[in-house]
C-alpha cells in the first residue's frame, strides 16, 4: 500500500477481519488511523469491533465508551443490538445505557433530515462571468468532508464545485444513497438552486461520483433531474445497470460524455463497470475507461491527475 488514504485504510482493515485476523485488524486500523483522514466514528466503530472479535471484550467497552461519552458519536440502535460481532459486549451492564444514549441521539439526528451542500467557487471570482459548475457526490457511508479531500484537488479558477450531502443518514458523519430515487430529488433541487443562485454556464456542468454516489449520479442523468455535459464515475456502485440499459440511449441522444475509473481488483464494482463500459461502447457513447492495477473499492492515489483529464476529455 504506497498511500494510507481513509478508504483503503478501511479496506485492508477488513482485508484482515475476513481472514479472521482480528488482532491483526485491530492493531492496523489503531496504528494507523492517525494517517487517514476521513469519519473518525466509523474507525472508532471499526476498533471496537475487531477488539471484541479478538476477544478483548474489556477494551472494546472501553473505546465504544469513549467514542459514545467522550466523542458524542452516536450508531444504529439495531446494529448495536443485533450485530454478531457485538455479541459479547452486550453481556457488560453498561452496554445497554451506551445503546440507548445511541438511540436517543439516533432519533434526534433523524429528525427534519435534509440534504446537505458546500459550494466552492473560485477566489477570484468574477460578477457577471458565467462559469462551469461540477457536482460531485460522495459514497455511502460518507460526507461532504471526506468527498472534499478528493473532489477539490484539482480546481481551475473558473469552476465552481458542488458537494452535495445525502439526506440518509446511517451514524454519526455517515450518510447512504441507498434509497437512489429520493437522492435524486434531492441532486434536482440541489442543481435548480445551484443554477438559480450562481452564473452557471449550463451548457458546461459535469457530475461526478464515487460508490454510490455514482450510481445516484447516473440515475440522476438517466431521469433528466440534471442536465450535464459529461460525467466522472469512480469505483461506480451500479446494481441495476441490466435495468438502466434501455435508458442509456438518453446519453447518447444528448452527446453526453464519460469518465470512468475502476480498480481492477475491486470486487463489487469492477464487474458491473465494465459491464456498463460495454453499453456505452455498444452506443458509441464517448467515454474513457480507465482500469487501475491493483486497486481496490477506493480512489487511484493520483486521482488529482485522473480528475484533470477527464475535466479535459469532457471539454475537449
Known amino acids: ?157 473558473n469552476y465552481i464545485l458542488a458537494l452535495p450531502q445525502s439526506s440518509q443518514i446511517g451514524f454519526s458523519d455517515a450518510y447512504f444513497w441507498d ?8 441532486v434536482k433541487e440541489h442543481y435548480e438552486k445551484l443554477l438559480e443562485d450562481n452564473n452557471i454556464d449550463s451548457n458546461n456542468i459535469i457530475i461526478g461520483g464515487f460508490s454510490a454516489g455514482a450510481r445516484t449520479a447516473l440515475y440522476s442523468i438517466l431521469n433528466n433531474s440534471v442536465n450535464v455535459k459529461g460525467f466522472i464515475f469512480t469505483g461506480p456502485w451500479l446494481p441495476e445497470i441490466d435495468e438502466w440499459e434501455h435508458l442509456l440511449d438518453n446519453l447518447e441522444s444528448k452527446g453526453i460524455k464519460g469518465y470512468i475509473i475502476c480498480g481492477d481488483k475491486d470486487d463489487d464494482c469492477f464487474e458491473c463497470t465494465r459491464k456498463f463500459v460495454d453499453m456505452l461502447n455498444k452506443r458509441n457513447i464517448s467515454n474513457t475507461f480507465k482500469v487501475i492495477k491493483d486497486l481496490k473499492h477506493d480512489y487511484p492515489d493520483n486521482f488529482d491527475v485522473y480528475l484533470k483529464d477527464a475535466i479535459e476529455f469532457i471539454e475537449g
Open 1 to 157: 500500500m504506497s498511500k494510507i488514504t481513509y478508504t483503503s485504510l478501511l479496506n485492508a482493515a477488513i482485508d484482515l477481519y475476513m481472514e479472521e485476523k482480528y488482532i491483526e485488524a485491530y492493531n492496523f486500523i489503531t496504528e494507523n488511523e492517525a494517517n487517514a483522514e476521513g469519519n473518525t466514528a466509523q474507525i472508532y466503530n471499526f476498533r471496537y469491533c475487531f477488539a471484541c472479535k479478538a476477544g478483548l471484550t474489556e477494551l472494546a467497552m472501553d473505546i465504544m465508551k469513549e467514542a459514545i461519552v467522550e466523542k458524542g458519536y452516536w450508531y444504529s440502535y439495531s446494529y448495536l443490538i443485533e450485530d454478531d460481532d457485538l455479541k459479547a459486549l452486550r453481556e457488560y451492564s453498561e452496554f445497554d445505557e451506551l445503546a440507548n444514549i445511541c438511540k436517543n441521539r439516533e432519533l434526534k439526528a433523524k429528525e427534519n433530515l435534509k440534504s446537505d451542500i458546500k459550494v466552492i467557487k473560485p477566489n477570484n471570482l468574477v460578477e457577471n462571468k458565467k462559469y462551469p459548475l461540477i457536482i460531485a457526490l460522495h459514497g455511502n457511508e460518507e460526507n461532504i468532508s471526506i468527498a472534499n479531500n478528493y473532489w477539490s484537488s484539482y480546481q481551475k479558477d
Open 179 to 186: 434509497d437512489f430515487q429520493k437522492g435524486s430529488k434531492e
